[in-house]
């Protein structure tokens, strides 16, 4: 069984910062992508960024230039790291990975973690 765990979510004033961790730990052979997405209430899921095991990154348009999504490998671990919060960016925020387990190629969440930014 695969398992996403999420840690640093918080209340953060506009314009501060906060930095997401998300550890995969469980039976599987690798990890390809490892991601963010976020949603708000009212929201469909959206991709927040995500980083291949190459460290090929991918930003929604939105956090450009203000979040950085970072990989630990040999942790098994993702990062987001994110500046310049806006109140736009309150959402409940969910990792996600693309693993090979049991021969099988899936997709696993972690359980979310609310990030609120008060203006």
């Not at 930095?19 to 690798?30: D, H």
């Given at each position: 069984q695969v398992r996403l765990v999420e840690s640093g979510g918080g209340l953060?004033?506009?314009g501060g910062s906060?930095?997401?961790?998300?550890?995969?730990?469980?039976?599987?052979?690798?990890?390809n992508v490892m991601g963010w997405h976020r949603q708000a209430p009212g929201e469909q899921r959206?991709?927040?960024a995500h980083i291949t095991n190459d460290g090929t990154t991918l930003y929604a348009d939105s956090v450009k230039g203000r979040f950085t999504i970072s990989r630990d490998v040999a942790k098994n671990t993702v990062?987001?790291?994110m500046n310049s919060l806006k109140p736009g960016d309150t959402a409940v925020y969910y990792c996600?990975?693309?693993?090979?387990?049991?021969?099988?190629?899936?997709?696993?969440w972690g359980q979310g973690t609310q990030v609120t930014v008060s203006s």
């Open positions: 953060v004033q506009a906060l930095r997401l961790s998300c550890v995969a730990s469980g039976n599987f052979l690798e990890i959206e991709l927040v990062y987001l790291q996600a990975g693309e693993i090979q387990s049991l021969g099988y190629l899936s997709d696993y």
